[in-house]
């Protein structure tokens, strides 16, 4: 079922989320089948319970490669609950990002450029990965939904944060998280 995106301002979005204990459940698939649905529906590159007001450290992402925009890298599907991010190393790089929560934005926010994610599949199935750019950022990005952190908080140039037709004219702009 597609469900509504709760937007910055809304107190629900500035809460820490909190873990889930029980895996494999109805509850569970149910909540991961109304974000899939939510996500596809408005094209989005990942999503977090919270967004949906739900809140439990629940993450989804996945990005696929796209002619029209060659400098996004891709990023597989993926669930990821209750994660715990290592950054590796101090390196930070900068990009832009968008959000569901935040529609019609862009922000140029530093990120980790390389780090290690930990986390439980839908089944409570423990994995890692070591990832770096793109893909680094968009899982730092969701993670931080779930610390109750959305990424106009973590811009530093504020110039550099903006309506996406005043910030790129006439730019079709890739997918927002
Ligand atoms: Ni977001």
């Not at 899939?36 to 990005?63: C, E, K, S, W, Y």
């Not at 994610?117 to 968009?138: C, N």
């Not at 504020?158 to 890739?174: D, R, Y």
Request: glycine share 10%.
């Amino acid at each position: 079922m597609i469900r509504e995106v709760l937007r910055m301002g809304d107190p629900r979005l500035w809460q820490r989320s909190q873990e889930v204990k029980e895996f494999g459940t109805p509850q569970l698939y149910a909540l991961l089948a109304d974000m899939r649905d939510t996500m596809a529906h408005l094209n989005g590159a990942g999503l977090a319970a919270p967004q949906i007001a739900v809140g439990l450290r629940v993450v989804i992402f996945g990005v696929h490669a796209n002619p029209r925009y060659p400098d996004v890298e891709d990023v597989p599907d993926t669930v990821l609950i209750n994660p715990v991010l290592t950054p590796l190393g101090e390196e930070k790089e900068e990009g832009w990002e968008g959000c569901l929560s935040v529609p019609g934005m862009r922000g140029w926010v530093p990120r980790y450029t390389r780090l290690r994610y930990r986390g439980f599949d839908a089944l409570g199935t423990p994995f890692e990965r070591e990832v770096s750019g793109f893909h680094a950022r968009v899982v730092q990005h969701e993670v931080d939904h779930l610390d109750g952190m959305l990424y106009p908080m973590r811009i530093r140039d504020m110039t550099k944060f903006g309506f996406n037709e005043a910030l790129f004219p006439g730019q079709e702009l890739p997918q927002e998280d």
